[in-house]
């Protein structure tokens, strides 16, 4: 897998697959924010997005969920 170009140290990889049916996704692997060696795996359908815009929207999302 290559390395995903940029400044930011916690994107580890951004890999393009597809789903059973057939369906094309990408998928960032991330660091944990507070625990450095975990990470965690952030799926999109949406192949015009970049994996910076993948992680916001996720974040975005993730503090509305513990509203």
Known sequence: MPRVEGKNRNILR???TSLVPGIPVMIVFVRHRSKKNEWLALLS???????SD????YS???????I
């Open 45 to 51: 359908t949406d192949l015009s997005l970049t994996a």
């Open 54 to 57: 993948i992680i916001r929207i």
């Open 60 to 66: 975005v999302s993730a503090a509305i969920g513990y």
């Open 14 to 16: 951004c890999i393009h």
